[in-house]
């Protein structure tokens, strides 16, 4: 398999959860994906971003969702990320 997959911050504030964790991102990479989380998206989760990185993650920006093929979210996009994407 191959694709990209792109893993955002969550910006509800009540929502502390995030799309992946570092054993999901890491079974990923292992199927043969490119996996970007985005930059903080698991700060709210306690997860650093060198975690998601020491399994193979890319750490970039909102603006990566546009080259990937699917975005792992917990909630819904509201309007305003879906055009940041």
Do not use: C, N, Q, W
Not at 34 to 46: C, D, H, N, P, W
Not at 66 to 74: G, S
Request: aromatic fraction near 4%; charged fraction near 25%.
């Amino acid at each position: 398999m191959s694709g990209t997959i792109f893993i955002p911050r969550e910006l509800e504030l009540i929502e502390t959860r995030v799309g992946a964790s570092p054993d999901t991102v890491k079974r990923l990479v292992g199927l043969g994906f490119e996996v970007v989380v985005e930059t903080g998206a698991g700060t709210l989760s306690r997860i650093p971003d060198a975690d998601f990185a020491a399994v193979g993650a890319v750490i970039g920006k909102a603006s990566d969702a546009a080259r990937a093929d699917v975005v792992l979210k917990v909630r819904r996009p509201s309007e305003a990320e879906l055009k940041g994407y």
